[in-house]
């Protein structure tokens, strides 16, 4: 079963600082997605990134979310301030293979605001 | 856009009891649908997904769901549940852009089996 890795599980920040959360997809893959995950509530598409370009974004991915890959494996979503309306689990997906239509999603972040 | 209704929150179950859990959606353009379970503290794992032909498709672990275009509707069922299967369990459904558009999720059913 091929894997998508995100690092760290689990990020403590204080309102306000910078956050990067990273994602290792599944190599040889041109689209990427950031989902959000709330406490408690359903999973939100945030953006989804093609060829090192954004191709579709939500409502929730304002200004302070950004997305980059900086090298040909590392996939990283970055909030510039964060507030405490943050703090969620943030997942990344990749499609499972080449040309594939379902996305296989890593194992998430859980970023805590306080 | 599209849009997904998970009528229901919480089902409880009883083991070996058959269960189906309702999802229906609204799009102005043709989807893709999908769904997904999440057990505690893990990642999404996907089921099953319908993108094309028969309208009755099979997933792992045992689970089906029919794609019914008329109702608008993507329900999952399984005949005979086990302790295992208690976990969160979403519906998705995405636009037909290839991998361009997210998946837009429903709010989850939360699937309870008893002893």
């Known amino acids: 079963e091929p894997e998508v890795t995100q690092t760290p599980s689990h990020q403590v920040t204080q309102m306000g600082q910078e956050v990067i959360l990273r994602c290792v997809p599944i190599?040889?893959?041109?689209?990427f997605y950031w989902y959000r995950q709330i406490l408690g509530q359903k999973v939100e598409f945030l953006v989804s990134?093609?060829?090192?370009?954004?191709?579709?974004k939500s409502e929730i991915f304002d200004d302070q979310f950004s997305v980059e890959r900086p090298d040909g494996s590392n996939f990283t979503l970055k909030i510039r301030s964060t507030k405490l309306e943050d703090s969620a689990m943030y997942f990344c997906?990749?499609?499972?293979?080449?040309?594939?239509?379902?996305?296989?999603f890593g194992p998430g972040t859980r970023l805590t605001v306080l | 856009a599209q849009s997904v209704t998970q009528l229901d929150s919480q089902v409880p179950v009883f083991e070996e009891a058959p269960v189906e859990l309702r999802c229906n959606y609204s799009?102005?353009?043709?989807?893709?649908l999908f769904w997904y379970v999440q057990y505690p503290n893990q990642g999404l794992q996907l089921l099953l997904k319908?993108?094309?032909?028969?309208?009755l498709v099979k997933g792992i672990n045992g689970f089906e769901a029919e794609f019914n275009k008329s109702q608008t509707s993507f329900h999952l069922r399984k005949p005979s549940v086990h302790i295992s299967d208690t976990a969160e369990y979403f519906c998705?459904?995405?636009?037909?852009?290839?991998?361009?558009?997210?998946?837009?999720f429903g709010k989850g059913t939360h699937l309870i089996i008893q002893p």
């Open positions: 997906a990749t499609p499972k293979t080449s040309g594939s239509i379902e996305q296989f």
């Open positions: 190599s040889n893959h041109l689209y």
């Open positions: 998705a459904v995405s636009g037909n852009r290839g991998g361009a558009d997210g998946l837009t």
């Open positions: 319908y993108l094309s032909g028969s309208t």
């Open positions: 799009s102005s353009v043709s989807v893709y």
């Open positions: 990134f093609y060829n090192n370009e954004i191709s579709e």
